[in-house]
């Protein structure tokens, strides 16, 4: 267990120094001369030259990326050529929006797929696991930015909840309940489509799971089904659950970006479509990397739960 | 209802039906025995003649759906076939319990071995969780585990085929049930470990008082170790009689077959086995007459149109069912 996280942390190490050289490779990748962009079209040469020279931007391409690795690893990511002010303060104040919705969305979708799933399993085919699972198709094909105009109609514009509508983000310090309403509906719409994967993984991965020959042994020592379905055929169906979870969450951060945009939510996402509309490259940068490493981040969580779940894994 | 307190086990008729997407399957078709307490019985026949069906039919752990259980187990008088899943459960454990086949599937792979078996003691007989984890090491220790301390939180992965399925009879004397259904206990191991996971069984039946059941393919391991043996084929007893005389004078020439077909310390080496010509019939389709008449040499018209009813032998309680029977011969075969 210990070999096999420290190979994991190695491994997480390796792919954070990746991330990081492609994020500081993003802004070479840019067209045009980023002094123009900073001194505006009509600069002088020579102003532009001075520029270059005080960015740094005539040293190897190398050396530039020790003196931006470095600065990163004490927390700063530079400042905004266009706003004038610290990336990593503009992060910091966003990324609390993003991890709110996420967590609100993620404990939504398993406290209703969990239960859910576990009684359609232990009656494959009965009328809750049929309207199930024909519900949880209809709902996957429906895109979130869809969902989120919907329930904008019906929930805010026709029922008139304070707070739900698009330019209502209140901030959690300023009142908390209307912080809550403020971020149910992405929270919600996010939800939805994590509940449909996790439901579905889940369902038939206890399916597979019920017809063990270990279940009818725990059948046998006289359990209750509700004791045989939640200590015995839960933990060794929820590898995958995890799995998916890991890997959907990476995907949830898009839709949220997605849903921010719509609501005018000033999390991470709202601040990187802003960004990238503006040319604010550091920004744009600083968001990728942080996003980026969370996202490896979360994974190598999921894969360290999957471990406690199933001992099976690192032993092999 | 009456109560006969010598009789542990009464089965009467018992048919277990599944209906599958080719017609009904009759796995175990009207089969009826008697079992006293402190007995071992052996459940004898090939795969497929319906031994497991039968155990798990008896301990009504059969699934709920697409299954038709019909006449009567009386567990120490309470009858089994119709009984509610809560009224089963509460016997499970304790009155009866099962071995499984497999050990490398009977236990959970994510949950320690030994909360595997306390579980049990603390769900079935309130037991406290210290209380418990003592009484599992015990059961551990009794099972011939070395080190159960240390066992006790292994994980099935970390352990043997022949240390799990100790584990599992470990689970399944948890509670001191008074019969113990062993569904080829040994069928998953190796020779050696089988013949120590045998000898273990037979010892614990005589120390905790307890009845086993004994399933199994194979004749060596019931001649020594059953008082009775039941010989099974098609879903139905086909003789059924004290384990001397069903070896001595059985008058099946199925059970003929079965002794045949297992190897005998007394051969020569390099001798060959015989094989009983053919397979098992498909239940699906099966014919009024006797079951084994296709793969029988002694088979005759009547065989393949009438099938035969168990009729009584010589001696008390041996019965065997075939029109054209062996002929009563005082032979002496050696176990």
């Not at chain 1, 008139?160 to 403020?182: A, C, K, M, R």
């Not at chain 2, 031994?51 to 301990?59: E, F, G, P, Y």
């Amino acid at each position: 267990m210990l070999r096999y996280v420290l190979r994991r942390i190695v491994m997480l190490i390796a792919i954070c120094f990746i991330i990081s050289v492609g994020s500081f490779y993003l802004i070479h990748l840019l067209p045009g001369n980023i002094t123009t962009v900073i001194e505006g079209p009509g600069a002088s040469p020579e102003n532009q030259a001075k520029l270059y020279k005080l960015l740094g931007l005539n040293k190897p391409i190398y050396q530039q990326y020790f003196v931006w690795i470095g600065n990163v690893l004490r927390g700063n990511l530079g400042t905004s050529f266009i706003s004038q002010t610290s990336v990593a303060s503009t992060i910091r104040a966003a990324l609390p929006i993003d991890l709110e919705i996420m967590f609100l969305s993620q404990i939504l979708a398993f406290a209703t797929a969990i239960p859910i799933a576990m009684r359609s399993a232990r009656k494959p085919d009965g009328w809750l696991d049929r309207t199930f699972s024909a519900g949880s198709f209809t709902l996957l094909s429906v895109p979130t930015f869809i969902v989120i105009v919907l329930m904008v109609l019906f929930i805010s514009v026709k029922l008139g909840v304070p707070h739900t509508g698009p330019s209502s983000y209140v901030s959690f310090s300023q009142d908390w309940i209307g912080n809550l309403e403020s971020l149910a509906l992405p929270a919600v719409a996010l939800a939805i489509g994590s509940f449909v994967v996790y439901y579905r993984v889940l369902r038939s991965d206890l399916i597979a799971t019920l017809q063990e020959e270990f279940i009818t042994m725990a059948r046998s020592k006289g359990l209750s089904q509700r004791r045989i379905m939640w200590r015995h055929a839960f933990r060794p169906s929820s590898v995958a659950l995890l799995g998916a979870a890991g890997v959907n969450i990476g995907g949830l951060l898009a839709s949220g970006f997605v849903v921010q945009y719509l609501l005018n939510i000033p999390g991470l996402g709202y601040t990187l479509i802003s960004a990238i509309n503006m040319s604010d490259y550091l920004l744009v940068q600083g968001i990728v990397l942080v996003v980026s490493v969370g996202v490896v981040l979360i994974n190598f969580i999921f894969d360290f739960i999957i471990n406690i779940v199933d001992p099976r894994i690192s032993r092999e | 209802m009456s109560f006969d307190n010598k009789k542990l086990l009464a089965v009467k008729d018992l048919a277990t039906t599944f209906h599958t997407a080719g017609g009904d399957l009759p796995a175990v078709g009207g089969v009826s025995f008697d079992m006293e307490s402190n007995q071992t019985i052996g459940i004898v026949g090939e795969s497929g003649s319906g031994k497991t069906v039968l155990s798990r039919t008896i301990m009504g752990l059969q699934q709920r759906t697409n299954v038709t259980v019909t006449g009567s187990v009386l567990l120490s008088g309470f009858e089994m076939v119709g009984a509610s899943e809560d009224e089963k459960r509460e016997r499970w454990g304790t009155e009866v319990a099962m071995i499984f086949q497999d050990p490398m599937t009977s236990l959970n792979p994510v949950m320690k071995v030994g909360k595997q078996i306390d579980e049990t003691l603390r769900v079935r007989l309130g037991m406290s969780k210290a209380d418990a984890k003592a009484r599992a090491i015990e059961l551990l220790e009794l099972v011939g585990i070395p080190s159960p301390q240390y066992r006790y939180d292994a994980y099935p992965g970390q352990l043997s085929g022949g240390m799990r399925q100790r584990v599992v009879i470990a689970i399944s004397l948890a509670c001191s049930p008074k019969l113990l259904l062993a569904d080829e206990p040994t069928t998953g191991l190796d020779v050696t470990i089988q013949a120590q996971i045998l000898n273990l069984l037979e010892e614990l039946k005589e120390r905790l008082e307890m009845s086993v059941i004994l399933v199994t393919h194979d004749l060596g391991v019931v001649a020594t170790r059953t008082s009775r043996i039941i010989v099974m084929y098609a879903g139905r007893i086909v003789e059924i009689g004290s384990t001397r005389e069903v070896f001595a004078h059985h008058r099946m020439p199925y059970t003929r077959a079965l002794l045949e077909s297992s190897p005998k310390v007394s051969n020569a080496s390099h001798t060959r086995l015989t094989t009983i010509p053919g397979r098992p019939p498909n239940l699906l389709k099966l014919t009024q007459g006797c079951s084994f008449a296709p793969r029988c040499s002694y088979a005759t018209e009547k065989c393949h149109v009438d099938r035969p009813e168990l009729e009584a032998a010589d001696e008390p309680g041996h019965m065997f069912a075939c029109w054209n029977p062996l002929p009563k011969t005082r032979r002496t075969v050696k176990k």
